[in-house]
T-cell receptor, first 115, second 111 residues
C-alpha cells in the first residue's frame, strides 16, 4: 500500500509565476489536509478537503491560494503570483477519519523556492 | 496566538538515558493529542497519541503523559537511542480534522 505521494518534491518558481502542488492520498483515504512549514517553525494548517468539498479553509491565505480535491485525481494546492514569502515546505496528509483518533499520514512534502 | 507550544527548541541526551519532551497548550477544548517525529527532507511520522480522557498511553519505549489541569503533555523515550535523533512535534486536535502543531523540539541522542 503506497503512502501519501506528493509531487514535485522540489519546485522553483520566479516571483509572479504559478505553483501547483499535487497530493495523492493513501488508498482508501478520502480526507486530505495541507500544511505549510516555514523555516524553524512548526506545521501550520492550511486547508482540509474531502472529495469535491472544502471542509475547513481557515488556514488558507485569502488571496492567491486555492485548493481542490476532485472526484478523480490528486488534490491540488495552487498558488498564484508567488512571492518570496511563499517559499516553504508544503505537506499533505490523508486519513480515513472514521473517528477522532484516526491518524493522519503525511507525504514527503514539496519544497517550494521562490526566486 | 500560538495554541500549542514546545518551549525547548532542542534537547540533548546520552544514549540509554531518558528523553523527556514537553508541550503546553492553551485551548482546553482540545480533545486529542499526538506526537510526530520528523527527519530532514521527510514528512512527519506519527509516533503516539492520547485522548483527553486518559492521562497516560504507552507504546514500547514511548510513553505520553497528559495533565489536563496544567494543559501540559510530555513524551518520554526510554531508553533513548541514536536513531531517535530527529525533530519531535506535538499536535492537538479540537475536533476530527485539522491538527495544530507546536514548533518542534530537536532531539539529539549522543552515543
Amino acid at each position: 500500500n503506497a503512502g501519501v505521494m506528493q509531487n514535485p518534491r522540489h519546485l522553483v518558481r520566479r516571483r509572479g509565476q504559478e505553483a501547483r502542488l499535487r497530493c495523492s492520498p493513501m488508498k482508501g483515504h478520502s480526507h486530505v489536509y495541507w500544511y505549510r512549514q516555514l523555516p524553524e517553525e512548526g506545521l501550520k494548517f492550511m486547508v482540509y478537503l474531502q472529495k469535491e468539498n472544502i471542509i475547513d479553509e481557515s488556514g488558507m491565505p485569502k488571496e492567491r491560494f486555492s485548493a481542490e480535491f476532485p472526484k478523480e485525481g490528486p488534490s491540488i494546492l495552487r498558488i498564484q503570483q508567488v512571492v518570496r514569502g511563499d517559499s516553504a515546505a508544503y505537506f499533505c496528509a490523508s486519513s480515513t477519519l472514521l473517528d477522532q483518533g484516526d491518524e493522519q499520514f503525511f507525504g514527503p512534502g514539496t519544497r517550494l523556492t521562490v526566486l | 496566538d500560538q495554541q500549542v507550544k514546545q518551549n525547548s527548541p532542542s534537547l540533548s541526551v546520552q544514549e540509554g538515558r531518558i528523553s523527556i519532551l514537553n508541550c503546553d497548550y492553551t485551548n482546553s477544548m482540545f480533545d486529542y493529542f499526538l506526537w510526530y517525529k520528523k527527519y530532514p527532507a521527510e514528512g512527519p511520522t506519527f509516533l503516539i497519541s492520547i485522548s483527553s480522557i486518559k492521562d497516560k498511553n504507552e507504546d514500547g519505549r514511548f510513553t505520553v503523559f497528559l495533565n489536563k489541569s496544567a494543559k501540559h503533555l510530555s513524551l518520554h523515550i526510554v531508553p533513548s537511542q541514536p536513531g531517535d535523533s530527529a525533530v519531535y512535534f506535538c499536535a492537538a486536535r479540537l475536533n476530527a480534522g485539522k491538527s495544530t502543531f507546536g514548533d518542534g523540539t530537536t532531539l539529539t541522542v549522543k552515543p
